[in-house]
T-cell receptor, first 110, second 113 residues
Framework: AQRVTQPEKLLSVFKGAPVELKCNYS??????LFWYVQYSRQRLQLLLR??SRESIKGFTADLNKGETSFHLKKPFAQEEDSAMYYC????????????FGAGTQVVVTP | EAQVTQNPRYLITVTGKKLTVTCSQN?????MSWYRQDPGLGLRQIYY???????DKGDVPEGYKVSRKEKRNFPLILESPSPNQTSLYFC????????????FGPGTRLTVL
C-alpha cells in the first residue's frame, strides 16, 4: 500500500536559517513525488515535483529511492515561507489514486 | 480565468439530511478528485474521476457518493451525513491524472450536528 510519512508536525526556524522538511514514503513501484504548499488564506498549490527537477522559490527536493525519502530543503528561510507543507505521492501504475502526508507547519520568525 | 469553484463554502447540517457539495472547473480537465482535510491527518482522497463516466474510490469513500456526468462538474453527495463527516472538503482537478499538477478549489467547511 502507498503511504507518506511526515514526521514533523511543526517546524520553527529563524529567518535566514536552513530549513529541511522530512518526507518518507512506502511504495513498491515507481512513485511520483510532490510537495504541495498552503499559504495562509490561499488555496493548496503545487510547490514542486521530483520529475521536474526544478528549484521553486529556492526550495529543492531530491528523491532518494534507497532511503525512500523526498525531503524538502531551502538554504535560507524567509518569512514568506511560513505555510503548511504537504508531501504527496502518486504513480502512473496506481491510476488516479493520490496520497498526502499529514503535513508540516513551518513558522519562520524574524 | 481558469477556475475551480465549490459550493457551498460553509454548511452546517444535521445527521441524516442528504446534501450535495458541488465542484465545477472551466479548465477542460479530465481528472477530478475529492479530498477531506482533518487535523493531524492531512488530506485524504475520497473519490476520483479519470474522465467522464469513470469514477473510483480513494482511501476514505465510505458514506460518500460521486457522479461525473459531464467534464466540468464532479459533485460530492452525502446521502446520510454523520458527525464523523464533519471536515474541510477540497475538490481538485488536473489535465490528465494526479501525476500532473492538481488545481484546488477553495474548500467547503462542513459541520454535521
Amino acid at each position: 500500500a502507498q503511504r507518506v510519512t511526515q514526521p514533523e508536525k511543526l517546524l520553527s526556524v529563524f529567518k535566514g536559517a536552513p530549513v529541511e522538511l522530512k518526507c518518507n514514503y512506502s511504495y513498491s513501484g515507481s512513485p511520483e513525488l510532490f510537495w504541495y504548499v498552503q499559504y495562509s488564506r490561499q488555496r493548496l498549490q503545487l510547490l514542486l515535483r521530483h520529475i521536474s527537477r526544478e528549484s521553486i522559490k529556492g526550495f529543492t527536493a531530491d528523491l532518494n529511492k534507497g532511503e525512500t525519502s523526498f525531503h524538502l530543503k531551502k538554504p535560507f528561510a524567509q518569512e514568506e515561507d511560513s505555510a503548511m507543507y504537504y508531501c504527496a505521492l502518486s504513480s502512473y501504475n496506481s491510476w488516479g489514486k493520490f496520497q498526502f502526508g499529514a503535513g508540516t507547519q513551518v513558522v519562520v520568525t524574524p | 480565468e481558469a477556475q475551480v469553484t465549490q459550493n457551498p463554502r460553509y454548511l452546517i447540517t444535521v445527521t441524516g439530511k442528504k446534501l450535495t457539495v458541488t465542484c465545477s472547473q472551466n479548465m477542460n480537465h479530465e481528472y477530478m478528485s475529492w479530498y477531506r482535510q482533518d487535523p493531524g491527518l492531512g488530506l485524504r482522497q475520497i473519490y476520483y474521476s479519470m474522465n467522464v463516466e469513470v469514477t473510483d474510490k480513494g482511501d476514505v469513500p465510505e458514506g460518500y457518493k460521486v457522479s461525473r456526468k459531464e467534464k466540468r462538474n464532479f459533485p460530492l453527495i452525502l446521502e446520510s451525513p454523520s458527525p464523523n463527516q464533519t471536515s474541510l472538503y477540497f475538490c481538485a482537478t488536473s489535465s490528465s491524472g494526479p501525476y500532473n499538477e492538481q488545481f484546488f478549489g477553495p474548500g467547503t467547511r462542513l459541520t454535521v450536528l
